[in-house]
Nanobody, 120 residues
C-alpha cells in the first residue's frame, strides 16, 4: 500500500506565494511521474504540472511562468512552488504519483488533497 500526504495549502492574498509538498510512503520500488492536479468547486479536476523521474516537466498553460515543480527522489517527495497566485487558482490541489511497486507493475495513487484559497 502507498500513501501520498500533501501539505502546504492555505489562505494567501493575490500575488502571494505558497509551496506545496507531497510525500509518498509505503511499498515503493520506484516512482515514475509525480505531479499535481487541482479541482475548483463545480469544475473538473485538471492537470497543473507533472515531473518525470528524469526531471522532465510539463505545465498547464494557465500556470506557466508562475509555478514550478520539483522532486526529491531520495525522499519520494514532489513540490509545487506557486508564485503570483490569482483568485482563480483557488482549488483543492491533489498530488499524483505513478508508483512502481515491483519492477514490472505500477499503479496510480492520489493524495487526499490540500486546499489553496487565494483572496483578491
Amino acid at each position: 500500500q502507498v500513501q501520498l500526504v500533501e501539505s502546504g495549502g492555505g489562505l494567501v492574498q493575490a500575488g502571494g506565494s505558497l509551496r506545496l509538498s507531497c510525500a509518498a510512503s509505503g511499498s515503493i520500488f520506484s516512482i515514475n511521474a509525480m505531479g499535481w492536479y487541482r479541482q475548483a468547486p463545480g469544475e473538473q479536476r485538471e492537470l497543473v504540472a507533472v515531473i518525470t523521474n528524469g526531471g522532465n516537466t510539463n505545465f498547464a498553460d494557465f500556470v506557466k511562468g508562475r509555478f514550478t515543480i520539483s522532486r526529491d527522489n531520495a525522499k519520494n517527495t514532489v513540490y509545487l512552488q506557486m508564485n503570483s497566485l490569482k483568485p482563480e487558482d483557488t482549488a483543492v490541489y491533489y498530488c499524483y504519483a505513478d508508483v512502481k511497486f515491483t519492477l514490472f507493475r505500477s499503479m496510480d495513487y492520489w493524495g487526499k488533497g490540500t486546499l489553496v484559497t487565494v483572496s483578491s
